[in-house]
């Protein structure tokens, strides 16, 4: 179309779309916007529902989160229809101010009530299986000061950092998943000092209520290997797979008894280990019945293939790191503090306890006593004068690996206890149990990496608080949809289907890379003085049109609100 200079030229608009249908159609089906409406109370004179502003917050932490300060932007590049408004969202409707008032009014609200409802409904929607459940936490550091304390107690101080920064602030993040399709089903935020073996029991009551009965099989770390802690669940019903610490005298026994002969083991287990291809990790049951000497609770001590290479690998690590920090110490000998036997005797314990090879090395403090002839008294040499002989005794270290130890200590390599307070549930049971605990760190990593948990953005620890709670509210929404494709791929037959850039395969497709595919699916207004003249869309792919029919969408579902 020709136009005069005196014309208005057409204008242009596009509006993204990208992943936000897939992410409403979901959190339509698992009725977030019904619950936060209904525990985060609105004002009559406000444009936008806090709700509204919540539920957005929580797509764009799904998504791959942004700070406050650019989440204006983000909303005024969707197109408005997704969220119920007109398609041109003006700049400055969802500002920051606006977020942060909402997250306020998540924090006064009724919280431990909204997330019930969240997870049964979930639950209800999706039939999820709440007979195995596991627990794990992670750490949320802080740059800065973050004073200040919640209503539950919830601060920032310094503790045991998971994220290896003791230097940081920080809080504790506990979470517990369900073995379905590892999905998030409660959480809860610590003082950053709280330790992980205060924290089971009251973890395995809420959890508890959750599931409605006692009966559910609860998977933790060792920190749940306390005598307080699983005399409680078990009195109450509950059962628990966990391992057994070292530091138990069972565990020191055991591996002290098989440091001196050998023990029969049948194996029960083979699986391909993951990024491996044609290679297998095989499992073994060491044959015998073990038990705690206290409450005689089931150990069945495990021997795998896989273990065994990795323990022999940080063993040969710690052993070439301790060689070099003793090449180093040599030449620190005789000088400043290490000028006695005693001196270098302490300094030498202290590299074999950072390094963790006590009793693999023999090492020697070999003392060389120097002579020399001083001139007694002043003056020039000559045939009268005197010496008087002196002696200095001097240092060294010889050392050589102790042979014998390291084949004991190889005995011992891949090897590791079960500790199951159900007698009925088999080895292998209790083997694939625990072996399903490493989905909670994969949500973990998913927290700090894609949602960008840590560090915190905040000033105001009140509001951290409400955003922990958002951020639990994006790992439930990314698990399931997550749950979703992964189910109706074995439900189609679908080995994998390409996720990653240049089309490559994925057999466990992450909501990550999903998200990726669709990022910048949008749609074009056209408009000649300031009126809609036509409409366009992106065409979806072949595989994004797949992806839509895996998670019970077609193509027109994912338009519908836009066009």
Not at 353 to 369: A, N
């Amino acid at each position: 179309m020709m136009h005069t200079t005196d014309t208005v030229p057409d204008q242009l608009h596009r509006k993204r779309v990208g992943e936000i249908p897939l992410l409403l159609h979901l959190a339509k089906r698992l009725r977030f916007d019904e619950l936060l409406g209904s525990y985060v109370a609105g004002h009559g004179n406000e444009k936008i529902p806090a709700a509204q502003s919540l539920l957005l917050l929580v797509l764009n932490i799904t998504s791959g989160r942004l700070p406050l300060y650019e989440l204006p932007q983000w909303t005024t590049d969707l197109d408005g229809r997704l969220i119920g408004r007109d398609s041109e969202l003006p700049p400055n409707l969802f500002n920051d101010d606006r977020y942060g008032r909402a997250l306020d009014k998540l924090y006064m609200a009724d919280r431990a009530s909204l997330m019930t409802d969240l997870v049964l409904a979930m639950v209800d929607a999706l039939q999820l299986d709440l007979s195995q459940l596991h627990n794990d936490s992670t750490t949320i550091k802080t740059c800065g000061q973050m004073p200040g304390k919640t209503s539950s107690g919830m601060q920032f101080l310094r503790g045991h950092s998971k994220d290896h920064r003791p230097d940081l602030k920080q809080i504790v993040f506990s979470l517990s998943l369900t073995a379905d399709g590892a999905v998030p089903i409660h959480f809860k935020a610590y003082s950053g000092n709280r330790t992980d073996d205060t924290t089971h029991i009251q973890t395995w009551k809420q959890l508890r209520e959750l599931a409605g009965v006692a009966s559910f099989l609860y998977v933790a770390d060792c920190k749940v290997c306390t005598d307080p802690q699983l005399s409680f669940i078990t009195e109450h019903g509950g059962r628990v797979v966990t391992l057994m610490p070292d530091t138990w005298a069972e565990a020191k026994a055991f591996k002290q008894a098989l440091r001196e002969s050998t023990k029969t083991k049948r194996k029960i287990l083979r699986q391909p280990v993951p990024n491996r291809a044609g290679k297998f990790e095989t499992f073994y049951l060491f044959t015998g019945s073990h038990k705690t000497s206290k409450r005689g609770y089931a150990l069945y001590w495990i021997y795998t293939t896989e273990k065994k290479r990795r323990d022999r690998q940080a063993r040969e690590q710690r052993l070439c790191a301790f060689e070099q920090a003793l090449g180093d110490l040599m030449g620190k000998l005789n000088l400043r503090q290490l000028k006695t036997e005693k001196q270098i005797r302490e300094r030498v314990d202290q590299l074999l306890d950072k390094h963790r090879v006590h009793g693999l090395y023999h090492i020697d403090i070999l003392p060389v006593h120097e002579s020399s002839k001083k001139q007694v008294g002043k003056g020039r040499p000559g045939q009268q004068t005197r010496y008087k002989t002196q002696t200095h005794t001097v240092f060294s270290l010889a050392w050589s690996r102790n042979k014998q130890a390291f084949e004991q200590e190889r005995r011992c390599d891949g090897v590791f206890p079960i500790l199951c307070t159900d007698e009925t549930l088999s080895a292998k049971a209790a083997l694939l149990a625990y072996k399903y605990q490493p989905r909670l760190e994969k949500r973990f990593e998913q927290l700090k990496t894609v949602h960008h948990g840590a560090p915190t953005l905040f000033k105001k620890v009140e509001r951290v608080e409400a955003m922990m709670f958002l951020f639990f509210m994006a790992l439930v929404l990314q698990a399931v949809l997550e749950r979703e494709v992964r189910k109706a791929m074995i439900e189609e037959t679908i080995d994998s289907i390409p996720v990653y850039p240049e089309h490559r395969l994925s057999a466990h497709p992450t909501t990550a890379r999903i998200v990726d595919r669709f990022q910048n699916i949008s749609l074009y207004r056209l408009y000649y003085e300031d009126a809609l003249i036509k409409q366009y869309k992106d065409e979806l792919t072949p595989l994004q049109r797949k992806v839509l029919g895996l998670m019970g969408m077609s193509e027109d579902d994912y338009w519908r609100q836009v066009t």
